[in-house]
């Protein structure tokens, strides 16, 4: 995926309101941006930061612009934009990049499903065959290590799709927690137990029950992202 208009760089401000950030522009000037992302963005971010942002020509936008990357401190690129996850797993499929996840020739988008009345992010379909695979973008990097964690902030959310899947599975049915990590420099994933320890317990249980966990990286740069490579994973 090129970014299209191209990407335009900017010092971060400060991000405030969840999804509000103010940069500052090479002339100094200073622009308001939406911010694409309702987690923490923990370790992702601070004033002074490099990030790139695209802008809109959209005139009923009451902000001309989205905050996209950001280098983070740990010297990282991070896409924090979440709504690029869906579309970069999409592309992905789409192109036969994701091994586990080949052959099926059925895609849909957001398709609901189970008890809590879910959405889930793809439902993919070949023959008598289905899968129902649920994404989540991954930001959450540390000093010194390669190995990422989600979630940077407690999402009951993310829980109650571990529950949906895990009751696919126990029906024989295929369900995928995949981990797309828009952070560069990262080698393995890993449940982020320190903030929310009940989404790790309920992942280990998904993953016990039959749901297949994985997690994919991206190439990342200011003009580009893909994903290109599986990582590993750290369930215990």
């Known amino acids: 995926m090129r970014f299209d208009p191209p990407l ?35 370790n992702c971010m601070a004033p002074g930061c490099r990030v790139w942002f695209s802008r809109s020509s959209d005139p009923s936008r009451k902000l001309p612009g989205t905050w996209e990357i950001v280098e983070t401190p740990q010297g990282r690129l991070a896409c924090i934009n979440t709504g690029r996850a869906n579309r970069l797993v999409e592309e992905a499929l789409l192109a036969g990049m994701i091994p586990e996840l080949a052959g099926y020739t059925q895609l849909r988008r957001e398709v609901r499903y189970g008890e809590e009345n879910s959405r889930v992010d793809f439902h993919l379909g070949f023959a008598s065959s289905e899968a129902y695979v649920e994404v989540k973008s991954v930001t959450l ?5 390669t190995v990422a964690a989600f979630p940077d902030a407690v999402t009951q ?36 137990w320190e903030i929310d320890d009940t989404y790790a317990q309920a992942l280990r249980l998904a993953a016990s029950e039959g749901v297949e966990v994985l997690a994919y990286g991206v190439h990342l740069t200011p003009e580009e992202v893909f994903i290109d490579r599986r990582l590993s994973l750290q369930l215990d």
């Open 157 to 192: 959310r993310g829980a109650r799709h571990l529950r949906e899947l895990a009751a696919l599975a126990r029906r024989g049915v295929r369900a995928v927690q995949l981990f797309c990590v828009n952070l560069s420099g990262i080698e393995s994933v890993r449940p982020a």
């Open 8 to 42: 335009e760089p900017a010092t971060l401000l400060r991000r405030y309101k969840r999804f509000l950030a103010d940069i500052e522009l090479a002339d100094r000037s200073q622009l308001t941006v939406h911010c694409p992302n309702t987690g923490s963005m923990l």
């Open 141 to 145: 990097g540390f000093d010194g290590t």
